[in-house]
């Protein structure tokens, strides 16, 4: 047995940045089982993320710490940087997940101050050295479905800043915020989509590229229509001098439609990368971020269903939940199953390739 000292140090180390999507995917699911009537398994899964996100913290505080460089060398990389933006939508999805199902709304109020601090240091600080980069890479080195995380996390934090607008006095200001950030998250997703396609259209295409975080291309389109739809909600408690309902209604339709015309297309994807030209199944972090987008979906279908009273949605909303749930059950047994080898001396040895996909 490898001692956990050193076990923590080397998973710090090469700590993937966006393994926080797991808490993004444990919050989400949660959020929408709690909605459709599952409270015990919804409050058991906030318990789990909210561990998670205790552990990811406290590794990526000793990498801080520890293995500066390499965080840093990690941030500046524009294939890499991105995935950091998972700590601030990780951060976001908890505080919803503690407010709605636990009633934690000062814990809730404290990580979306926290999440505003994360995201406002890391889109300013990202695109600084995206644009100042004196060693730029190809379109094709850098683009994938990771850089879709940006516009999921700008608008998980709209959502739940819509959401806490009521505790405050000046809630129609936070609405307004809400706003904002929810047209500046529909802005960055057309750019960086349009920036996606390009490579996937334009660039030779390896099945080793096509990872799972691509599903994030739906899931940023699910987030979006989410947002949309939750700002449909409180447009009572909104005093503006037009009325914004029948335009969020249309932008809530557009995402929706466009979430789900991914969804054939990056199964097909699927089936090329592992029956094709027949890549193994192997645990990877990256397959929380393929998790999430299929939860996300699940919620945002039970949103539109609500606001246009479309009930045959329901079920879809359902069975997507469902299939996001076996998924997470597999990723986390893979999860588990990899720290086991890992700490395994005799057995690591036999699979290198599964302790190394642990934390890469």
Known sequence: MRPIGTMAREAASSLFPGYFAMVMATGVIAIQANKLGFAGAAKTLVIVGAITYLILWALTIARIAVFGRKIVSDFRSFAKGPAFFTTSAATTVLAKALLLILNQTLLAQALWIFAWCIWGFLMYAFALNLFTSADKPSLQQSISGVWLIIPVATQSLSILTGMLSPFFPNHALLMLVS??????GCA?????????????????????????????C?????????AGVELCKRVDIWPLPFEPLPALQGFAMFF?????????????????????RKVPFVYEPQYWSMIFPLAMYAICTGGISEIFRLT???????????IAAAGWSLALIGLLKGIVIYAVPARSQAAPETQQGIVQ
């Open 218 to 226: 739906m899931g940023a389109a699910a987030i979006s229509t989410l």
């Open 179 to 184: 706003l904002s950030l929810y047209m500046l």
């Open 312 to 322: 045959a949605l329901g079920s879809i909303s359902l069975t997507f939940l469902c």
């Open 256 to 276: 929706w439609v466009v979430a789900t015309a991914w969804i054939p297309l990056l199964m097909g994807l699927g089936l090329w990368r592992h029956i094709v």
């Open 188 to 216: 960055l997703y057309l750019i960086v989509i349009a920036a996606v396609i390009y490579r996937l259209a334009f660039s030779p295409l390896e099945p080793q590229d096509l990872k799972p975080a691509y599903w994030v």
